[in-house]
C-alpha cells in the first residue's frame, strides 16, 4: 500500500472519511486545523465550547481536503460552512449554534455530558 497524501483524496474518499467520523464517534468537530492548533476562530470556539462539556471527542482537519470536505459535510447537513459538529450521528451546527445553545443552558445536555 502507498502512502497517499490527503490533499490527493478523491471525493469518495473524503465521503467515506466524514461517514465513518460521524458513525464511529459520539462527538466529532469537522474543524480548520486541529484541537492543540486550530486555524480559524471559529473552530478554535468551537473546541472551546465542546471541550467546557465532553473531554472526549474527535476533530477531523478539513483543511488538506477543504473543498472535497465541505461538499462531503454539506451532503450530510446542507451547511457549506466549517466548522460543523456532529452527536451522534446528528448535526448539531457550528460555532454559531454551539454558542447558542451554551447561552441557552442546553449544550451540556446536546452533547450528550
Known sequence: ?????????????????????IESNDVVLFMKGNRLMPQCGYSQRAVE???????????????????QYRNALEAHSGWETIPQTYVEGEFVGGSDILAELDERDELEETLGA
Open 49 to 67: 465550547l465542546i471541550s467546557q462539556y465532553v473531554e472526549e471527542f474527535e476533530t477531523i482537519d478539513v483543511l488538506p481536503a477543504l473543498d
Open 1 to 21: 500500500m502507498t502512502f497517499q497524501p490527503e490533499s490527493d483524496l478523491s471525493d469518495d474518499e473524503v465521503r467515506e472519511r466524514v461517514d465513518d467520523a
